[in-house]
Nanobody, 124 residues
Framework: QVRLVESGGDSVETGGSLNLSCVAS????????IGWFRQAPGKERGGVAA??????RLRDSVKVRFFIFRDYYKTAVYLRMNSLKPEDTAMYYC???????????????????WGQGTQVTVSS
């Protein structure tokens, strides 16, 4: 059974940092992409960062502030978020999709298993 469990969300002030964790189980971790997505109230869910065995991809608005990395021994993916802004406030989800020759994607519709999310709130 595929399972993704996020943690690390919190309320911080502008300029603060957070580390989000996504612990994965129930599938072949090395052959899947893991992505981080976020959804603010009234907005669509959008891709933030994704990671494969050899590459990472981040949306433009977070490229110099966020980092994504994975721990193969713990089958976990982490999202380090620095210099947080109020516009980063959202529910953050991790998700997975099989690699199968596809390019690393930030499109939510291409991911087929999701965690329940962790809330990040950034106050001004």
């Amino acid at each position: 059974q595929v399972r993704l469990v996020e943690s690390g969300g919190d309320s911080v002030e502008t300029g603060g940092s957070l580390n989000l964790s996504c612990v994965a189980s129930g599938f072949d971790f090395e052959s899947h992409y893991i992505g981080w997505f976020r959804q603010a109230p009234g907005k669509e869910r959008g891709g933030v960062a994704a990671i494969s065995f050899t590459a990472t991809r981040l949306r433009d608005s977070v490229k110099v502030r966020f980092f994504i990395f994975r721990d193969y021994y713990k089958t976990a993916v982490y999202l380090r978020m620095n210099s947080l802004k109020p516009e980063d406030t959202a529910m953050y989800y991790c998700a997975t999709m099989p690699r199968r020759g596809s390019p690393l994607s930030l499109l939510a519709e291409q991911y087929n298993y999701w965690g329940q999310g962790t809330q990040v709130t950034v106050s001004s």
